[in-house]
């Protein structure tokens, strides 16, 4: 059907129709010849026709995202939140919206494809001038890095995307750094084209790889990439080899950077004095929780990116996750995560939760004294029970047997954040179970209340309470070395209470430096009630008999 104007419509430009001279503050009146109607189909539309088709619209997003880029260029990616988390930081890193950050992730989950592969193509499609530098724990494995970015730049979906970053033509080559720097028939002319660098062809970007410790003398550096200096444990755990990397950030990488320079530190955390660890000892550093951070911090800050294997912080826009969801269930699933913890704890804190310790720095030292069998004589076992305080508290009870030796043997114990209405039969359960005979529990923060609870479950169990007016870190810090020589744990113990073992191996000198004080604090408690009776105010519930 054709579509007519009436002829009172004003009409379009160039339609044919015309308007007498209107005089201020009067309506023109429309002529009403025929001309008037126009058949609007009978108008050629000079305009040309534009069709865009779903892989333009996928290109042109490829361009604009870090994410999007890695979906077009690496066949089967797919990301899962946690990627998509760190690769949305990575790509406001890559565009210089942080000029400096930091980022913790666990073994085996990904980091160095998104940081050491792809960020380094990305920010040269979209920065071909950028001078980049990538270093890890050796020559090789950067090395490695730089042929798995040469072979992306060379593909063909980086080349539609990005046609003026290229690199000069291998021909066949051998790679090595003579014939690399020779003239090229395709007009490269002496770009480098080796393992360890390259050049970009007609731009002023490039990239150098290099290992702790590498030279970077005479390199202009805009963009510094810094993934895993520890190798492992072993070189982590080493004064040496960490003052000697310290000592080779300072003096050789930093050197490199100017005014505009970007620092990018990416790996797995080992000890607490790494290079993260030493940064935040020196500089000031913000945790990432929300995306708007991006963009806003000033040039001398750093921005700390922490992601958990098993998620224990509160939840974050950054990083949504439930509290004891794992970080990429798919390949590391909870049950997988929690066995390795029940290896070693100490470790386990450090890998995979970003939370290092070095052993120097431990309240407890080198751990506790564990054992196979009570001693023949047992002259009492008790129980002593600290509630917790706040909503991120765990309650902390603990059953133990006095031997005749003056040891006190740990055997049996209750770690958990759960409410009191739920930890009551728990507790409950347990001292039936340890054949307890005197329990104490501390009267601060509800635990009168929680007594008398569990007391009515276990009428056989004499129950008292006191309350706890000494401070906490003074109690915990002078009565260490009575603890760690007293206590004895059941071989083992780190796998049956995993958490609890964490809590107390991974506890620190520095008080505040702890996240929670409620395992050391149980068990200061037992080793206080033993040595120091006497002192005590206790008010008993009293011993309630079966027939009462």
Known sequence: MNETFPANTPQPPGSGETFPDTAPGRTPTPSTSPAAAINLHSVPDPRPRLTITRRAVQSELARRSLPDFA???????????????????????AKGLVRRLIVSVP?????????SVLLPAYALGIRPGLRIALASYNLRLASRFNRRIQQLIDSAPYAELFPDTRLKPLHGGTGNKKEAAAPSAAGAGNLVRTAEEFDLAGQSGGLLAVGREGSLTGNTVDLLILDDLFKDALEANSPLVRDNAWEWYNAVARTRLHNGSQELIVGTRWHEEDLPGRIAAHERVVGLTDFSQLGTLPPDCWLMLNFEAIKESPPTPADPRDKGEALWPARHSRALLDARRRLDPHLFEALYQGRPASKEGLLYGEGFATYDELPATVVKRGNYTDTADTGDDYLCSLCYAVGGDGMIYLTDALYTPEPMEATEPQAAAMLRRADVREALFESNNGGRGFARAVGRLVPEVRIAWTHQSRNKEARILSNSATVQRLARWPRGWEARWPELARDLLGYRRLYRANRRHDAPDALTGVVETELDRSRRTIRAVGFRSPER
């Not at 260029?73 to 406001?92: E, K, N, S």
């Not at 073994?107 to 940081?115: C, D, E, T």
């Open 71 to 93: 979906r077009r260029c690496v066949p089967g990616f797919c990301p899962t939140p946690f990627h998509t988390a760190y690769y949305r930081t990575l790509d406001a890193f």
């Open 107 to 115: 073994p085996q989950h990904g980091k160095s494809l998104g940081s």
